[in-house]
């Protein structure tokens, strides 16, 4: 399947990529391969294989919400670079 130019820069377009112009040849031919794969599945028959949201199956693995001891303030303050008013004291991110 032929990918344009216009194809490659509205794909980067959409994706808010800047692509040089050197590099539009290569992805036309990269992306019409992947284009090509895709088409080679289409040809599957898949009337039979049930719809699935993951390719593996998924097994919830939490443990139960139990309460656990934890630590005081001061043990989990004693290794703090900076700490003030009881709290880590960290660098002002947001003018």
């Excluded at 990918?3 to 990529?17: K, N, P, Q």
């Excluded at 391969?33 to 998924?58: C, G, M, R, W, Y």
């Excluded at 303050?77 to 003030?84: D, I, M, R, S």
Aim: glycine share 2%; no cysteine.
């Amino acid at each position: 399947m032929p990918v344009s130019r216009e194809d490659v820069l509205h794909v980067a377009a959409l994706a808010r990529l800047e692509v040089a112009p050197e590099q539009v040849e290569s992805f036309q031919r990269e992306l019409g391969a992947i284009l090509e794969h895709f088409q080679k599945l289409n040809e599957l028959d898949t009337s039979n294989v049930e719809p699935t949201s993951h390719a593996l199956a998924l097994v919830n693995v939490f443990r139960e919400d139990v309460p656990q001891p934890s630590l005081t303030q001061e043990e989990a303050l004693a290794n703090a670079p900076q700490k003030a008013f009881g709290h880590f004291r960290v660098p002002k991110v947001i003018d």
